[in-house]
């Protein structure tokens, strides 16, 4: 659809066990365009899957997880994942711990964001001006959101949804560019585990993040699930200054922030 000469394109793709949801707009491409920008946007999605899933018997994470292969064996992308995931261990004093699970190496908690990110560099080059990309609760924005009625660039409006009731919006976040990640029991139930326990998670009921990169974000927000209160002192690290968090405690009803702006709305 196009508007006052802005190309608009939404889809929906089904892919790492969800639905990927894509909104874009552009007034300096085509919506044939867009269109072009969202195969290859598929092509990659797929592709993340047969490397990264846990699921698949014949990914490299499988056979990494197996110990077929080493991780000097495997493909940049997946050492670049594997870099980073030692990095948010690190920057989360091990709440966040892809090797502390069941089978081996799983860096599912970060690997969404991160895919995110680069689905939207993906549409970008395409031509796409502002972007959205939900990866079920990982979203990666870029260039805020043309309102078609005002005919103007407004930012993204994020609803976050009570972890009680979906149907309930407890907060909203205006973000133009960057990433936002929430982890809570909302698709999978309690699914998250204490690495240091091996127990299920009871820092959180719900925690977001927004900051920079998504898959950073990801895994924050998956630590803070472990750590409730205790994870917020990680903000003060100089890596995590561009870094926000909004939690729902766990045994109370009452949220907390942190962060470098106290998460403006």
């Not at 867009?34 to 797929?46: A, M, N």
């Not at 660039?153 to 609803?159: E, K, Q, Y």
Request: charged fraction near 25%; proline fraction near 3%; charge should be negative.
């Amino acid at each position: 659809m196009t508007l006052s000469g802005v190309a608009r394109l939404k889809s929906e793709i089904e892919v790492w066990g969800t639905i990927l949801f894509v909104d874009l707009s552009s007034s300096s491409v085509s919506e044939a365009a867009l269109h072009k920008g969202v195969d290859s946007l598929k092509d990659f999605v797929f592709h993340v899957d047969e490397v990264f899933s846990t699921y698949r018997g014949d990914s490299v994470i499988s056979k990494l997880r197996r110990r077929e292969i080493s991780i000097e064996d495997t493909p940049d992308e997946v050492r670049d994942v594997w870099n980073r995931c030692i990095s948010a261990r690190d920057l989360t004093e091990g709440a966040f711990d892809p090797w502390a699970v069941e089978g081996g190496f799983d860096p599912s908690g970060l690997v969404k964001g991160w895919a995110a990110d680069r689905c939207a560099e993906i549409v970008q080059r395409a031509g796409a001006e502002h972007i959205q990309i939900n990866a079920a609760g990982d979203l990666s924005l870029r260039g805020g959101h043309y309102d078609e009625k005002r005919e103007k660039v407004v930012p993204w409006s994020i609803g976050v949804v009570s972890p009680e009731n979906r149907q309930e919006v407890v907060q909203v976040f205006e973000i133009m560019d960057g990433a936002i990640a929430t982890s809570g029991t909302y698709e999978r139930g309690a699914h998250i585990l204490d690495p240091h326990s091996g127990l299920i998670a009871i820092g959180a009921r719900s925690a977001t993040v927004i900051g920079p990169d998504g898959g950073l974000a990801d895994a924050v927000a998956t630590a803070l699930m472990v750590e409730g209160r205790d994870g917020a002192i990680w903000f003060s690290q100089p890596e995590l200054s561009q870094y926000s968090a909004w939690v729902v405690d766990r045994h109370e009803d009452i949220s907390w922030s942190v962060g470098p702006e106290s998460l403006k709305q």
